[in-house]
């Protein structure tokens, strides 16, 4: 196909039905092995590779392809101390006045509490902001549309890959997360969307005793 204004070819092969049955399952074999971890080793992990999952995040598909993210990576141990500090405040709320009885059972199988060490044990944090508009080098506002599904999806792919890369993650969500803005500075347009904690488990890491929802729960083939 020759290319048209605007367009380019599509760069995509169609694998033998038996390299994709297996690749498939090769691939869901990998993610059932990822788990939200908690217990963190302190030990740095390669650039490179961070940076490479978050170029796969960018990657992901968004409304007009407006690509309404922004990804802060926190190593520095100094601002990782002060985003625990700053969670800590709002988690305590949560655990003494906010959440109900029926979110705290919820919660009890996982062990969870207002303590939020790994904060500061993990070597990286990454910071996920949306964005409901983006502005250009010349200051002009663009509004962004369907920005937290998009944001969702970039923000499943950069923890897919972060897991594929050999690393742990930790999907960690205090509410309100306005603290995260003024700790990392960013712009009045950007939104706390999530914190990820990233880095290698510790050398004893325990997880919940828990199950996945097997096919017929979570799907359906009409």
């Known amino acids: 196909m020759a290319k048209s204004d605007g367009f380019i070819p599509l760069q995509f ?4 039905q038996e390299a994709m049955e297996q690749s498939a399952r090769d691939f869901f074999k990998l993610m059932a092995q990822r ?16 940076e490479n999952a978050i170029l796969a995040a960018g990657s992901a598909p968004s409304g007009a392809n407006m ?7 926190v190593q520095d141990q100094a601002i990782k101390q002060k985003i625990r500090q ?12 906010r959440a109900s009885e029926e979110w705290l059972d919820a919660l009890a199988p996982l062990g969870t509490d ?10 990286a944090l990454i910071a996920v902001f949306s964005k409901k508009v983006s502005i250009d080098d010349n200051g002009v506002r663009h ?8 944001v969702g999806i970039a923000t499943g792919i950069l923890i897919t890959a972060l897991h594929q890369a050999g690393l742990a993650s930790l999907t960690h969500t205090p509410s309100p997360m306005k603290f995260l803005s003024e700790i990392l500075q960013r712009p009045s347009h950007e939104r706390p969307f999530l914190l990820l904690v990233v880095g290698y488990p510790a050398k004893n890491a325990l ?16």
């Open 67 to 73: 690509q309404p993210w922004h990804f802060v990576v």
């Open 13 to 16: 092969s169609i694998p033998e």
């Open 207 to 222: 997880v919940p005793d828990i199950e996945r929802l097997p096919l017929n729960k979570i799907s359906t083939f009409l």
């Open 86 to 97: 700053a969670a800590e405040v709002e988690e305590r709320e949560l655990y003494t006045n």
């Open 143 to 150: 509004k962004n549309y369907y920005t937290a599904e998009s």
């Open 114 to 123: 207002a303590n939020k060490p790994f904060l500061e044990t993990a070597p």
């Open 35 to 50: 788990r939200s971890v908690r217990d963190f080793s302190d030990q740095p992990i390669p650039q490179s590779v961070l």
